[in-house]
């Protein structure tokens, strides 16, 4: 069933377009972590991709220790507009994706002006909530109910999410879990872009001599013809979708599958992090990534590559101080020593090495 796909597309995409084609297949939200210094061009450069390439609405939400639940609820609504264009089955199919996608400024925001407009608005397609670590315990949590739920409250009214919903926490910098413990867990994927790797649609943007600001932030809808025909469709989508449902994992796979999670729980620097809902993710994500590669079943190396994202912005380091061998007497200066500099890609990579689970041939 996968050579029904058009494979091509799918080798064609940046590794941002990947993430989030991925979670969109999954029907699951991501994590994207940069340096901090290029987090406002990945911002656009991720609206780009989900007007561009998915045809989707975006609204971003500039989060930050003073954000409060009006200032997100606010942010992640997009205005309905009224539309003159004909009823065809294509074009209404489409509707509910060509929204405006506002940008996020808290600054002097009254709610009640939010309260008698909000009736008016549904939420993006695609929420990238701009710094999320640094915003309040309650907003994280309030971010979590939303994509549990698919629903937020107002102070007039529910709101759902559309069919075609995707979160996306963007964070700058930092190792480890960042986000409240629930919320963390919750994301399926986590992903670091490096600055070197480039921004494409950013950079065509700019061959073109356009002002970036006035396309992402200022256009109510996509201007250009490919805005309105997405590289990957809703239908892709759908297909991947149901390629992912049917793919098989064999026992001996499903045994390295479970070989990596009881190596990750016991390595001696991994003080947690390795929950149930990880498990799930990681057999999810395998069987996701399989018709991408046009295959029908997951191999070991898809389950390695998926445990390449699913746990390294769930695990926690341990302290030297306890590190399990101090029960026994081992010296604290030489656990400090052993521990230092080792992150979770560390761990996940001597997992997955010689030393770790052993896949199958």
Known sequence: M????????VQELSDLELAALICL???????????????DDLVQELQ?????????????????????????????????????????????????????????????????????????????????????????????????ELMRTGRIYTRTSVHNVPRRFLFIALLGGGEGPRLTK????????????????????????????????????????????????????????EHLSTLAEVATVSVEVKRYQQDIISFLRIHRAVAGGISATSSKHLDKLAKCLAPLHSLEYATPSLIALAARKIFPHRIHIVKPENERSMQWGSDLDAISALLEGIGAEDVIEEVLGNAGAEAPL
Request: glycine content about 2%; some cysteine; charged content about 25%.
């Open 182 to 237: 629930h919320l963390n867990d919750y994301m399926f994927i986590s992903h670091f872009h490096d600055p070197e790797d480039g921004l494409p649609n950013l950079e065509d943007m700019y061959d073109d001599g356009d002002s970036i600001s006035s396309v992402v932030k200022k256009s109510p809808t996509p201007e250009n013809e490919g805005s309105l025909w997405p590289t990957i469709s809703a239908i892709d989508i």
């Open 48 to 144: 780009l991709i989900a007007s561009k390439v998915f045809g989707l609405s975006n609204a971003v939400v500039d989060c930050y220790e003073h954000t409060t639940l009006d200032d997100f609820a606010h942010a992640i609504l997009s205005v309905e507009r009224t539309r003159t264009r004909s009823n065809s089955s294509i074009r209404t199919r489409q509707d509910s994706n060509f929204l405006n996608t506002p940008a996020f400024a808290s600054a002097n925001r009254s709610p009640v002006t939010e309260t008698f407009s909000s009736d008016n608005k549904s939420i993006a397609n695609v929420i990238i909530a701009k710094n999320l670590d640094e915003a309040p315990k309650q907003v994280q949590i309030q971010a979590l």
């Open 25 to 39: 297949v999954a029907e699951e939200h991501c994590i994207i972590d940069t340096e901090p210094d290029a987090i």
């Open 2 to 9: 996968a050579e029904d796909f058009d494979i091509g597309k």
